[in-house]
């Protein structure tokens, strides 16, 4: 503080006077004054000047109370003296509570010489040139609407809905800080930044303190109906709702613990991303506010704008998604009667087109992008990959799918009906796990590791968004490879990874997904000689047409896919399903209390609708 006042010492020294005659100096007046306000000493500024000294000491605190401003700072310019009169100008420098937003300007006042003794003459305009007797200032500051994250198309993900804006005239109050106080004690907002923005509001105009979606509102109301003078306005916005609610993310507004955890100050109007692409695009999406200092008359209206920092507004969000296929994912699962997920994937470029969760019942499913789950015969689309591959195991090749079979003394079990005259081609339509626990034997764990990876299980993935691509340690033994072959032994993916997975069939090249439009993905080519990837696509079509994919068939475009079930508690199963249907790869889950394939159903709900 003292290096601060020796430099404020410093800055009013700057000062020049003219026109001096046998009257002394009216600088010392000028640089007291000047001082004594800056440091908030009012009554001794007050009593410098020829006005009465209380309402001079109230003006002067006033001042820029009415502004909220954080700190104020004076340098003398110039004195004019011709007698025993003299002219004074300053430049004020106003920090005001909105960050990095300073108000400067240039103010000037008259000075009297009465028995030796200067004294300022007191008039309104000494505080700022534009304000006139019983005028005083404020601040109006607007946040611009919040940007919107949009479809492919530019259209916004994020419905209209209705909130409510609550708040205050602060004319009709008959305390602020009584006001003030109780609303903060209702919401956990900081009395005193509360009240600096009652404060410093043109006091006739409807101030926003806070924005509440309807169940907010429903719940907080009554606590806030017992505020003296508070009130609400019923809006429509674009801010809370969203199909693809998971992946857009939530807002929170001024009472959001978000904005309490970052340190920032209370602003009405203030938008912050909670989770998704609303979080990681904050400063994009949420613009800069407009600040006006503002005078308003003794009726409480606004007569003159005396300065303004123009904001600007945020920058939408451009995504991958298609409203078409995100509205077609979400109808199909509003028609199943339990918890469901669906993720569809362009495969031609990596880009998603629908992300949709539903949360039926007991089970609560995981992120479609991050969850982290067991895949079951479904990942047989990958261990099938590599067992064609180097010239590997024709598809014709008889495999008898048995109940049980031992591997690396491991005993698998097969619930469904086993056949002794099956072959690797029916044995992959009907994810007879226990054959492919079989076929592990002519596989190496690096052998399965690398069409893995091959795969994209393992990679990092930048989506901007929390996403899991999957995780498949290399196997230590004869019988974890026979486990993972058939998505077991601590295989986990996500929905969006196996999405991924029969992508890279559909289109031959791998390559990572894409969220926000613009990207350019690296690709890579898939291990398969084009006779064993024909190969693997003739597999996912044999599960469709009479296998355990078969619920996901449809007539004209043919769907290719491979389902399975893994099995999560006593009672509770988690279906698969994983294929594609032209350009248009998918990955399916939905929870249920049998070990019935609905996933299969489910996607190809989906795909009829989507074409």
């Not at 007291?32 to 020829?50: E, N």
């Not at 008959?174 to 209702?186: D, L, P, Q, V």
């Not at 209370?266 to 990681?280: A, D, H, I, K, R």
Request: hydrophobic share 40%.
């Amino acid at each position: 503080m003292a290096a601060v006042l020796v430099l404020v010492v410093a800055a009013l020294a700057v000062g020049f006077s003219t026109g001096f005659g046998s009257e002394e100096s009216a600088e010392p007046a000028v640089e007291a004054f000047l001082l004594d306000w800056q440091q908030g000493k009012y009554a001794q500024a007050a009593a410098l000047t020829d006005g009465n000294a209380d309402r001079v000491t109230t003006e002067l605190a006033a001042a820029y109370t009415d502004v909220d401003a954080t700190n104020a700072f004076f340098a003398m310019k110039s004195v004019s003296q011709h007698g025993s009169t003299a002219v004074a100008e300053y430049q004020a420098t106003v920090d005001l509570a909105q960050p990095g937003e300073q108000w400067t300007y240039t103010g000037q006042f008259k000075l009297t010489s009465a028995g030796g003794q200067w004294r300022i003459d007191w008039a309104p305009q000494v505080v700022n040139p534009g304000l006139a007797a019983g005028d005083r200032l404020a601040v109006v500051t607007s946040f611009p609407q919040r940007a919107q994250i949009t479809d492919m198309s530019g259209h916004p993900l994020v419905s209209e809905s209705a909130d409510y804006h609550i708040g205050v005239y602060p004319a009709r109050l008959a305390s602020e800080a009584k006001t003030a106080a109780k609303f903060s004690a209702a919401t956990g907002l900081d009395k005193q930044q509360v009240l600096g923005e009652i404060q410093a509001a043109p006091p006739e105009d409807f101030l926003s303190l806070l924005t509440l979606q309807p169940d907010a509102f429903t719940a907080q109301w009554p606590a806030l109906a017992k505020v003296p003078g508070l009130g609400y306005v019923r809006r429509t916005e674009r801010l809370f709702d969203s199909l693809a609610q998971q992946t857009v993310g939530d807002v929170g507004t001024e009472s959001s613990p978000a904005l309490r955890a970052e340190g920032a100050a209370y602003q009405p109007g203030m938008t912050v991303g909670q989770s998704g692409l609303e979080q990681t695009y904050q400063d994009d999406l949420v613009g800069t506010p407009t600040t006006s200092v503002v005078v308003v008359n003794s009726a409480g209206a606004r007569v003159a704008t005396l300065w303004s920092s123009l904001g600007h507004a945020g920058a939408p969000v451009q995504t991958t998604l298609s409203t078409k296929d995100q509205n077609a994912a979400v109808a199909a699962l509003a028609d199943q009667p339990s918890s469901g997920e669906i993720v569809a994937v362009d495969a031609r470029n990596g880009d998603i087109r629908a992300l949709a969760s539903r949360q039926e019942g007991a089970t609560h499913l995981p992120s479609v992008l991050n969850g982290k789950v067991a895949p079951g015969m479904s990942f047989s689309i990958v261990s099938a990959a590599a067992l064609l591959s180097d010239g590997g195991v024709p598809e014709n090749e008889p495999l008898p799918c048995q109940p049980t079979t031992t591997v690396g003394g491991v005993t698998f079990s097969y619930q469904a009906t086993a056949s002794t005259k099956s072959t690797f081609a029916s044995d992959f339509a009907a994810g007879c796990g226990t054959a492919f626990a079989t076929l592990s034997r002519t596989l190496s764990a690096s052998q399965l590791t690398s069409v893995e990876r091959s795969f994209g299980i393992g990679s990092t993935w930048n989506l901007k968004v929390p996403s899991f691509s999957g995780s498949a340690s290399t196997a230590s033994g004869p019988a974890d490879l026979a486990a993972q072959t058939i998505g077991q032994s601590g295989v986990l993916m996500s929905p969006l990874g196996m999405a991924m997975v029969a992508a890279e069939v559909d289109s031959g090249i791998g390559r990572p997904p894409q969220l926000v439009a613009g990207g350019t993905p690296s690709t890579w080519s898939m291990p398969l000689s084009a006779s064993s990837l024909a190969e693997l696509r003739q597999l996912m079509r044999l599960a469709v047409v009479s296998g355990a994919a078969h619920r996901a068939e449809l007539s004209g475009a043919q769907v290719y896919g491979q389902a399975g079930t893994d099995k999560t508690g006593a009672h509770s199963y988690l279906s698969w399903f994983v294929g594609y249907r032209g350009d248009m790869a998918v990955a399916a889950i939905e929870a249920g209390t049998t070990a019935n394939q609905a996933a299969a159903a489910l996607a190809g709900a989906f795909l009829k609708t989507v074409g």
